[in-house]
T-cell receptor
């Protein structure tokens, strides 16, 4: 079965430090990959997505992610954390032929310390 | 603002009752998806409609049903509610499926008491 694993339900970094949120997927077919962010009491907002082409994807708010097929990974990074980055982050996949429904990971809560 | 509107924002109801959650997709989006977010199950896909027709079904209970109307708004009906149905229910819309971005509403928080 297709699934998404986010390593670490909580990640804490200091302001200005590197942010690294990990995501691995299991699939026998090439996926489309997404990172969404959820701020408290809000819906999900797309940060970035990988469909085809360049494996390093840049998104909003300075985030980027790299698709590594050999590692079945799509880790999210940001060079320097801001306090405003504190939120919950979800990795998700969809697949050609599955109508666009998203399969989500369990989410990672990012805490940014001053 | 994603352009997806969900009403109501909060709903408190008793066990055994029935509720209807409403979603208005972004203008021009034909696909509507419903997701349930709970602490124990995370974000789970429930059901998708495309231009008025059911397109895909996920982990949706038989007590739950949905429909999409000619004006493309969608309703999720939850009946015989149980305490475990308490969750945040999201609607998302997209132009078409697969690799296009899905825009999420702010959700309806359902509390069953």
């Amino acid at each position: 079965a297709q699934s998404v694993t986010q390593l670490g339900s909580h990640v804490s970094v200091s302001e200005g430090a590197l942010v690294l949120l990990r995501c691995n997927y299991s699939s026998s077919v090439p996926p489309y990959l997404f990172w969404y962010v959820q701020y408290p009491n809000q819906g999900l907002q797309l940060l970035l997505k990988y469909t085809t082409g360049a494996t390093l994807v840049k998104g909003i708010n300075g985030f980027e992610a790299e698709f590594k097929k050999s590692e079945t990974s799509f880790h999210l990074t940001k060079p320097s954390a801001h306090m405003s980055d504190a939120a919950e982050y979800f990795c998700a996949v969809s697949y050609s032929g599955n109508t666009g429904k998203l399969i989500f990971g369990q989410g990672t809560t990012l805490q940014v310390k001053p | 603002d994603s352009g997806v509107t969900q009403t109501p924002k909060h709903l408190i109801t008793a066990t055994g009752q029935r509720v209807t959650l409403r979603c208005s997709p972004r203008s021009g989006d034909l696909s509507v998806y419903w997701y349930q977010q709970s602490l124990d199950q995370g974000l789970q896909f429930l059901i998708q409609y495309y231009n008025g027709e059911e397109r895909a079904k996920g982990n949706i209970l038989e007590r739950f049903s949905a429909q999409q109307f000619p004006d493309l708004h969608s309703e999720l009906n939850l009946s015989s509610l149980e305490l475990g149905d308490s969750a945040l229910y999201f609607c998302a819309s997209s132009v078409v499926g697969v690799n296009t971005e899905a825009f999420f509403g702010q959700g309806t928080r359902l509390t069953v008491v």
